[in-house]
């Protein structure tokens, strides 16, 4: 291994920091979830020369959550739109130009319920059938940081593009969905939450 290029590049030590911390996530959502998810072989790598950048690992990530089979794994869909396009597809309303979207098929009844019984937590609140997240790190703020909303049977979640790619944005997606399977799990604890670091 060339130790003086990874002394000497700040592209090497990005990636290798990004692989501690997708591996620090999963062990997260390993001690969340306990034998509801299953972390064996999954990607913590970090494409550092892909366009995608770190969203196949949330991707990857999403789906151990929510304990998606194969098939619904493969139909997780990343993109960013303008807000002409977005219009027109029919999604929600938003004030943004540009907005990144993830969206999750989610093989679980009862979803809006659950979106509704988690705007009770502190960072979330409910603007009609969408559930607004806010910025963790700053819960003063009344803006919302990202939104979810149930489509297709599915889960949107949506956000003005300019906070893509963080990691503190990718958090808010997991911390989000690992609450969402515990709801479905029945085993939701509000007051025991913890959020991924």
């Given amino acids: 291994m060339d130790y003086q290029y990874l002394m000497d590049s700040d592209e090497a030590q990005d990636e290798i920091l990004q692989r501690l911390y997708n591996l620090q996530t999963l062990f997260f959502v390993k001690k969340e979830l306990g034998d ?6 999954r990607l913590f790598g970090y ?3 892909c366009e995608q950048g770190n969203s196949t690992f949330l991707m990857s ?7 998606l089979s194969e098939s619904l794994e493969d139909k997780i869909t990343e993109f960013c739109d303008s807000i002409e396009n977005w219009r027109e597809e029919g999604y929600p309303e938003v004030d943004y130009e540009e907005i990144y979207a993830l969206f999750i098929t989610v093989p679980y009844p009862h979803i809006q319920e659950s979106l509704n019984l988690l705007s009770q937590e502190d960072g979330y609140f409910m603007e009609e059938e969408t559930l607004v997240i806010k910025d963790f790190y700053c819960p003063e703020s009344k803006e919302g940081l990202m939104r979810v909303t149930v489509k297709d ?3 949107l979640f949506y956000a003005d593009l300019s906070y893509f790619p963080n990691d503190y944005c990718y958090n808010s ?3 989000t969905c690992i609450k969402l399977r515990k709801i479905f799990e029945g085993i939701y604890h509000p007051e025991e939450g913890e959020k991924c670091k």
Wanted: proline share 0%.
């Fill in 36 to 41: 509801l998810a299953d972390i064996t072989d």
């Fill in 47 to 49: 494409s550092v020369y």
């Fill in 61 to 67: 990530t999403v789906s151990v959550i929510m304990a």
């Fill in 153 to 155: 049977d599915g889960l």
């Fill in 173 to 175: 997606i997991i911390n």
